[in-house]
C-alpha cells in the first residue's frame, strides 16, 4: 500500500479491479505513464502556497514508482507479470496485449489547465463551495502559468511540443 491516503501502487489496483473477473475474465486498460500532469503536481507541492494542502492530502511524490526510478512502465509491467513470485502472477493475471506509444498533439491550454485541476488532488478538499471554487480559479490559473513555462502557446492557445506517453492493455484472468 503506498504511503499517500486512499492510494495504492499501479499493480494493486490491478489486482484489486481483477478480482471481480472470473476465470478468462478480461480488463482493459489505458495509463498515462509519463505526463506533464506528474511533474507539475511535484511543482505544486513545493510550491508556499500550495504544498500545505499537497501534504493534507497525501504528501510524499506525486510522480509514479516507475517513472521515479526511470523504469518504462510497460517493461516494469512485463517484469512483474513473470516474476514467479510477483503479485500479479500470483492473482492469475496474463498480459492479452500491450502497448505503449507516446502521443503527440496539442491540446488547447485552457482545457489543459482545467482538465489537470479536475484530476489533480485538491479538488475535494474544501466542503465550502464558495471556498471550492476560489480554489477551483486559483489553482486552474496555477497550472496556466506553469504550462506557459514549459510550452509554447500558439495564438490559438494551442500547446505546442506536448506529449504524453501511453500504455494501452488488456489483462486476463487465468
Known amino acids: ?15 484489486r479491479l481483477c478480482r471481480f473477473l472470473k476465470p478468462g475474465g478480461q480488463l482493459g486498460f489505458v495509463n498515462f505513464s509519463r505526463s506533464v500532469h506528474y511533474n507539475l503536481l511535484q511543482e505544486l507541492a513545493t510550491d508556499p502556497k500550495w ?3 499537497m501534504e493534507a492530502v497525501g504528501g510524499g511524490s506525486y510522480v509514479p514508482e516507475w ?4 523504469f518504462d512502465f510497460e517493461d516494469d509491467l512485463r517484469a512483474s507479470l513473470e516474476a514467479e513470485d510477483g503479485l500479479l502472477k500470483r492473482a492469475g493475471l496474463r498480459v492479452v496485449s500491450m502497448q505503449s506509444r507516446v502521443n503527440r498533439y496539442e491540446p488547447q491550454l485552457d482545457n489543459l489547465a482545467t482538465m489537470m485541476y479536475s484530476t489533480g488532488p485538491l479538488t475535494a478538499f474544501h466542503s465550502d463551495p464558495a471556498k471550492q ?9 496555477w497550472y496556466r502559468k506553469a504550462l506557459r513555462r514549459h510550452y509554447a502557446v500558439g495564438e490559438n492557445g494551442s500547446l505546442k511540443g506536448y506529449s504524453g506517453y501511453s500504455t494501452y492493455g488488456v489483462l486476463q484472468k487465468e
Open 67 to 70: 517513472t521515479e526510478k526511470g
Open 51 to 53: 504544498a500545505p494542502f
Open 133 to 141: 471554487a476560489q480554489v477551483k480559479k486559483e489553482l486552474i490559473e
Open 1 to 15: 500500500m503506498s504511503k499517500r491516503k486512499g492510494c495504492f501502487g499501479y499493480r494493486e489496483a490491478l489486482v
